[in-house]
């Protein structure tokens, strides 16, 4: 019983993880189109980079915690965040789905997968 109250935590703290990522990156990217003038049709570009920040760092932080199977808990990170931010995107826009949409698979998948890897494989430093 004790191992999944443990699992839990690990998991809401890999959203707040993810979700201050997103909200740093979009707080940034913003700052940025503010002050170099950039055009906001460049917004949803910037907006898929920082979700994709978010998944990396969510699956990163799972990854590192369970030691294992990082492959499987960034596929499973980037999935569920894709859905949730297609659902969102179709509730807001009443839009379908577009090529922009697999842009988004593509690139919150990519980000999760190697934030699950990285996650795995990142030595633990040893002080002598």
Same mark, same amino acid.
């Given at each position: 019983?004790?191992?999944?109250?443990?699992n839990?935590?690990?998991?809401?703290?890999?959203?707040?993880?993810?979700?201050g990522? %997103?909200l740093?990156?979009v707080?940034?990217?913003s700052?940025t189109?503010?002050?170099?003038?950039?055009d906001?049709k460049?917004?949803?570009?910037?907006?898929?980079?920082a979700?994709?920040?978010?998944?990396?760092a969510?699956a990163?932080?799972?990854s590192?915690?369970?030691?294992?199977?990082?492959?499987?808990?960034?596929?499973?990170?980037?999935?569920? %965040?894709? =859905?949730?931010? %297609?659902l969102?995107g179709? =509730?807001?826009?009443?839009g379908?789905?577009?090529?922009? %949409?697999?842009?988004?698979?593509? =690139?919150?998948m990519?980000?999760?997968l190697?934030?699950?890897?990285?996650?795995?494989?990142?030595?633990?430093?040893?002080?002598?």
């Amino acid at each position: 019983m004790e191992n999944k109250k443990i699992n839990y935590i690990n998991i809401l703290m890999a959203l707040l993880v993810q979700v201050g990522i %997103t909200l740093l990156a979009v707080s940034l990217f913003s700052i940025t189109m503010n002050l170099m003038d950039i055009d906001y049709k460049y917004s949803p570009v910037f907006g898929s980079v920082a979700v994709a920040l978010g998944a990396f760092a969510n699956a990163y932080f799972l990854s590192r915690k369970k030691k294992s199977k990082g492959y499987a808990l960034g596929g499973a990170v980037g999935l569920i %965040t894709f =859905i949730i931010i %297609t659902l969102i995107g179709l =509730i807001i826009n009443d839009g379908g789905m577009t090529v922009n %949409t697999i842009f988004h698979l593509i =690139i919150i998948m990519l980000s999760s997968l190697t934030g699950g890897i990285l996650g795995v494989n990142k030595k633990s430093k040893k002080y002598v």
